[in-house]
């Protein structure tokens, strides 16, 4: 452990839980659980961890050994998957309690190199992991407003200059303080520990804190939250699900078989796993995806092991991660929904204008603003009619704070709600009626959308259960109409393979529209505007209306960062940090 003046302010990870489960659920493979980091099968903001900060540490030429001790001291403190003692699983005794502080870590493969790494352990890594995102920039769409050459200075500076170079990502997860609902006191202890060891004489000049977050480049770090209202009974603040174009996001994230999550929601994988194909006429059988998808060294969905580089144990239970920083035009989101709602008004016989607004942007997310799928409620009389079945759902839609005796009444109804939300396919909606072809849930994750020879009722896509992708992060920033203002979402996708699954779905389903039958339309809300700027709302041919075509779209999301990192098991860490990886 440092001296005192790097003792750090808490202990969790690292160590096995007092009691172990003997038997998997429903058959599902035995995870190391103590190895495996705890961002991985939890998406930290669901689990009472509403803010977030991360730090971007950079190694000097000389600092492998500092690195190498930093690391070390970060090591018992690296927040694991094993289980938390919870009122729903209250059958489990010995197990810890939830932190108020989640700290996780991953690497750049050029952090991997700092740290003294055998080459013949880098080598045989992924490319694209070798190559980091700013230099795959065509592949991923980052042209005009998104090239590197316009991300924030800490990522821009980090791309050119290789003693600016992004090393580590260390981030801070934190929950809110049951007083007023602001960060816990303990992240800014945690703060302070993190600079005291940089201070320290085995790391100081030799492990550098990255300055240049924010387009000012001021910040030291990245802050990140949910977006928050008020209890008016209590004045706490409390998180919500919204980001900052006002709609409901977090629904259906995968479920892998051996995730946490399963023990405490059997019915978790209902839209987060993969449908089953079965006899006609059978009912939708949902499972989880296989873990290989998600976690390294173990089978996928092909029945196979990721890539992997030597020793094999190093890679294992690790995850590739994707960070990227994505700037939203809240200004530019709004002017175009105000510029064509009176002409799809009236193309598509809506009632009033703001029906036709709210119908407009539902179209292109795929979802209504209350996060309601337009699958399974095409109207705005009938997103309504399925949120009367969740009042207290309905009265935060319409913007009306609950008090403190309905939160957790409010937190039953989203839960059930949620179930049902995911629970749909596209195999019914083949010409986009219900929800566009190219709306962006449905890029995102096609379902059974692209089954080669789907069967009424039973149908699985083998191919989107190979795209899948866990999606964490938080939002940033004040929501406000001003564009040049600090505001987006700071995504983190994790998956086995960099190449196989997030940069396919970037590139083939949200910069691209060809397997969306949508030519060289992209994603309304991500995509680039280079190539196309329109998007195409179908209509129904039995009610003579015709199609409504939305020309002149801006850049809705841009860019301001990121890169590749890889997320380590504990044993990983340990032989990084110890110097001791044999790669024979």
């Given at each position: 452990?440092?001296?005192d003046d790097?003792a750090a302010?808490g202990h969790?990870?690292?160590?096995?839980a007092a009691l172990?489960?003997?038997?998997?659920?429903d058959?599902?493979?035995?995870?190391d659980l103590?190895?495996i980091?705890g961002?991985?099968h939890?998406?930290?903001?669901?689990y009472?961890?509403p803010?977030?900060?991360?730090f971007?540490f950079h190694i000097?030429?000389d600092g492998g050994e500092?690195?190498r001790?930093f690391v070390?001291?970060?090591?018992?403190?690296?927040?694991t998957a094993?289980p938390?003692?919870?009122?729903r699983?209250?059958?489990?005794?010995?197990?810890?309690?939830k932190?108020?502080?989640?700290?996780?870590?991953?690497?750049?493969?050029?952090?991997?190199?700092a740290?003294?790494?055998?080459?013949a352990?880098?080598?045989q890594?992924?490319?694209?992991f070798?190559?980091?995102m700013?230099?795959?920039?065509?592949i991923?769409?980052d042209?005009?407003p998104?090239?590197?050459?316009?991300?924030?200075?800490?990522w821009?500076?980090?791309?050119r200059?290789a003693?600016r170079?992004v090393?580590?990502?260390l981030n801070?997860?934190a929950a809110?303080r049951?007083?007023?609902?602001?960060?816990?006191e303990a992240?800014?202890?945690?703060?302070?520990?993190?600079?005291a060891?940089?201070?320290?004489?085995?790391?100081?000049d030799?492990v550098l804190?990255?300055?240049g977050h924010?387009?000012?480049g001021?910040?030291?770090?990245q802050d990140?939250a949910?977006?928050m209202?008020?209890?008016?009974?209590?004045?706490?603040?409390?998180?919500?699900a919204?980001?900052?174009?006002?709609?409901t996001?977090?629904?259906s994230?995968p479920v892998?078989?051996g995730q946490?999550v399963?023990?405490?929601?059997?019915?978790?994988?209902?839209?987060?796993?993969?449908?089953?194909?079965?006899p006609?006429?059978?009912s939708?059988?949902?499972q989880?995806?296989?873990?290989?998808e998600f976690?390294?060294?173990?089978?996928?969905?092909?029945?196979?092991l990721a890539?992997?580089?030597?020793?094999?144990?190093?890679?294992?239970?690790?995850?590739?991660?994707a960070l990227?920083?994505l700037h939203q035009?809240t200004g530019?989101?709004?002017?175009a929904?105000?510029r064509?709602a009176?002409?799809?008004?009236?193309?598509?016989g809506?009632p009033t204008?703001e029906?036709?607004?709210?119908?407009?942007?539902?179209?292109?997310?795929?979802?209504w603003s209350?996060g309601?799928?337009?699958?399974?409620?095409?109207?705005?009389a009938e997103?309504?009619a399925?949120?009367?079945?969740f009042p207290?759902?309905?009265k935060q839609?319409?913007?009306v704070?609950?008090?403190?005796?309905?939160?957790?009444?409010?937190?039953?109804?989203?839960?059930?709600?949620?179930?049902?939300?995911?629970?749909y396919?596209y195999?019914?909606?083949?010409?986009?009626i219900?929800?566009p072809?190219?709306a962006h849930?449905r890029r995102a994750?096609?379902?059974d959308?692209?089954?080669?020879a789907p069967?009424?009722g039973?149908s699985?896509?083998?191919l989107?259960?190979r795209?899948?992708?866990?999606?964490?992060?938080?939002?940033?920033?004040?929501?406000t109409p001003?564009?040049?203002?600090?505001h987006?979402?700071?995504i983190?996708?994790?998956?086995?393979?960099?190449?196989?699954?997030?940069?396919?779905?970037?590139?083939?389903?949200?910069?691209y529209?060809l397997?969306?039958e949508s030519?060289?339309?992209?994603?309304?809300i991500t995509?680039s505007?280079?190539?196309?700027?329109?998007?195409v709302i179908?209509?129904d041919?039995?009610?003579?209306?015709?199609?409504?075509v939305?020309d002149r779209?801006p850049h809705f999301?841009e860019?301001?960062?990121?890169?590749?990192?890889f997320?380590?098991?504990?044993?990983?860490?340990r032989m990084i940090?110890?110097g001791?990886?044999?790669?024979?």
């Amino acid at each position: 452990m440092p001296k005192d003046d790097t003792a750090a302010p808490g202990h969790w990870g690292g160590e096995p839980a007092a009691l172990r489960r003997d038997t998997p659920p429903d058959g599902a493979p035995r995870l190391d659980l103590p190895d495996i980091q705890g961002n991985i099968h939890r998406p930290y903001g669901r689990y009472g961890f509403p803010y977030a900060r991360t730090f971007l540490f950079h190694i000097a030429a000389d600092g492998g050994e500092a690195g190498r001790w930093f690391v070390d001291q970060l090591r018992p403190h690296v927040t694991t998957a094993e289980p938390w003692a919870s009122s729903r699983v209250p059958d489990r005794d010995g197990l810890r309690q939830k932190p108020d502080i989640a700290l996780n870590i991953a690497f750049t493969w050029a952090g991997l190199l700092a740290l003294g790494l055998p080459t013949a352990t880098l080598r045989q890594m992924p490319d694209e992991f070798i190559e980091g995102m700013a230099r795959r920039n065509h592949i991923l769409g980052d042209l005009g407003p998104n090239h590197p050459d316009g991300w924030d200075p800490v990522w821009r500076d980090g791309a050119r200059k290789a003693d600016r170079r992004v090393h580590v990502w260390l981030n801070l997860s934190a929950a809110a303080r049951e007083s007023d609902g602001r960060p816990v006191e303990a992240l800014a202890r945690w703060t302070e520990w993190l600079q005291a060891l940089l201070r320290h004489r085995r790391a100081r000049d030799r492990v550098l804190l990255l300055p240049g977050h924010g387009r000012d480049g001021a910040g030291l770090w990245q802050d990140s939250a949910a977006l928050m209202a008020r209890d008016p009974a209590s004045g706490r603040l409390v998180p919500t699900a919204k980001e900052h174009f006002g709609f409901t996001d977090g629904i259906s994230d995968p479920v892998f078989a051996g995730q946490g999550v399963l023990d405490e929601d059997r019915q978790a994988a209902i839209g987060a796993g993969k449908l089953l194909r079965g006899p006609p006429g059978a009912s939708r059988r949902w499972q989880p995806l296989a873990t290989g998808e998600f976690l390294l060294g173990h089978p996928n969905e092909g029945q196979e092991l990721a890539r992997s580089s030597v020793p094999y144990g190093f890679m294992r239970n690790g995850t590739f991660m994707a960070l990227r920083k994505l700037h939203q035009n809240t200004g530019r989101f709004a002017a175009a929904i105000e510029r064509h709602a009176e002409v799809f008004q009236r193309v598509a016989g809506l009632p009033t204008p703001e029906v036709a607004r709210e119908t407009l942007r539902a179209k292109m997310v795929g979802r209504w603003s209350s996060g309601v799928p337009l699958i399974l409620a095409p109207t705005h009389a009938e997103m309504l009619a399925m949120l009367d079945r969740f009042p207290l759902l309905l009265k935060q839609e319409q913007g009306v704070p609950l008090t403190g005796a309905e939160t957790w009444e409010a937190k039953r109804q989203l839960a059930a709600f949620n179930r049902e939300a995911a629970d749909y396919r596209y195999i019914d909606d083949p010409e986009g009626i219900r929800c566009p072809l190219g709306a962006h849930v449905r890029r995102a994750n096609p379902r059974d959308m692209l089954d080669p020879a789907p069967e009424p009722g039973c149908s699985a896509s083998t191919l989107t259960n190979r795209r899948r992708i866990l999606r964490r992060g938080l939002p940033y920033g004040e929501t406000t109409p001003r564009d040049e203002d600090e505001h987006g979402v700071f995504i983190m996708a994790l998956c086995a393979s960099l190449f196989r699954q997030f940069e396919f779905v970037q590139q083939q389903w949200m910069q691209y529209g060809l397997d969306l039958e949508s030519g060289n339309d992209t994603c309304p809300i991500t995509g680039s505007r280079e190539q196309s700027a329109r998007f195409v709302i179908p209509a129904d041919p039995a009610s003579g209306r015709l199609p409504y075509v939305a020309d002149r779209l801006p850049h809705f999301v841009e860019t301001r960062g990121g890169d590749y990192f890889f997320i380590p098991s504990l044993s990983a860490l340990r032989m990084i940090a110890m110097g001791e990886i044999d790669p024979t």
